[in-house]
């Protein structure tokens, strides 16, 4: 049930997240949350998730939470970005629990739709394409992933119509593609982009970590040991840094590197060997089955 509460500066529109399934009754929630708010002119802020929240996912939410008077959060396991062979049906989906998370957080809605709302013609004849980085690193070893991504992150937003849409840095090539998309497509809203956050040894989080045994967590860390050796060995240049994070990783039996790469920030294209400026370096790979990506920002003097 609705309860307007006045919590300092903001609305806070309910006492606990609503779980909303249908785009109608979303929107419909959304316009009367925003009549309600005081004075009128209510921001509406969207982190879009797949669920299986963990700390990751809690931070976005409560900078969200912090940014705005009404957060929406979707969970929805989008079957367009993922390929034929991928872990689309073993994909953790546990919305109780997430749902349990997002109260803790004063979400006020979670969107939660089916295929069915989202694809009712089986999937989206329509599609938006991420054009050429979208064929690079992530997009190279699963075809087709940031269309899917892209496809479902601009019906979110215009179902959602946020004023905000906040998104973690740990999917690089993701924030890249779509902070162009709504460059490219004229999107009315802004981006928010929040740190990596890491377990204690440096594993990025990730709802797929939970798919590692102890032996292969373990050897993950060597990724973000990588990345770390790369940062420090960047005042040496592009290669040293290479070198730094190849030392720390190739030496993982359990790890199999799928890509190592320092791009340009601005383009997303590798950089060469003398790239001067800020740089973003790219790491992927297999653990077990368990794919895994990290980055990290490189400063080449
Ligand atoms: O990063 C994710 O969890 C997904 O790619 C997103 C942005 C929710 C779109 O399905």
Redesign the pocket.
């Known amino acids: 049930m609705i309860q307007p509460q006045h919590t300092g500066g903001r609305v806070n529109v309910l006492t606990t997240p609503e779980v909303i399934t249908s785009i109608d009754e979303l929107r419909s929630r959304l316009a009367s949350a925003r009549e309600r708010a005081v004075p009128g002119d209510a921001r509406i802020v969207l982190v879009?998730?797949?669920g299986a929240l963990h700390a990751g996912h809690l931070t976005l939410v409560r900078r969200a939470r912090s940014r705005g008077d009404i957060v929406v959060v979707?969970i929805?396991?989008?079957p367009l970005?993922f390929g034929a062979g991928e872990d689309l049906n073993t994909y953790p989906r546990t919305l109780d629990a997430d749902v349990a998370a997002l109260a803790e957080e004063g979400v006020d809605f979670v969107f939660a739709p089916t295929s069915q709302v989202m694809y009712p013609a089986g999937a989206a004849s329509t599609r938006v394409t991420a054009g050429a980085v979208g064929a690079l690193y992530e997009g190279a070893a699963r075809p087709g992933h940031f269309d899917?991504?892209l496809t479902?992150?601009a019906k979110?937003f215009n179902i959602v119509g946020p004023d905000l849409a906040v998104?973690?840095q740990k999917?690089a090539q993701?924030v890249f593609l779509?902070e162009r998309m709504l460059a490219d497509l004229d999107f009315r809203l802004a981006l928010e982009i929040v740190p990596i956050v890491r377990e204690e040894g440096g594993l990025a989080l990730s709802?797929r970590n939970r798919n590692l045994d102890p032996a292969q967590r373990l050897a993950a860390r060597s990724l973000s040991a990588g990345l770390d050796a790369a940062a420090s060995a960047a005042p040496q240049g592009v290669a040293a840094a290479l070198a730094a994070a190849h030392a720390r990783i190739d030496v993982q039996p359990l790890v199999k590197l799928d890509y190592l790469v320092v791009v340009d920030p601005r383009t997303f294209l590798p950089v060469g060997a003398d790239h001067v400026g800020p740089a973003r370096m790219l790491v992927a790979a297999l653990v077990g089955n368990t794919r895994l990506i990290d980055n990290v920002a490189l400063d080449i003097p």
């Open positions: 879009p998730t797949m979707s929805f396991v989008n970005q899917g991504m479902v992150v979110l998104f973690g999917d993701q779509v709802s």
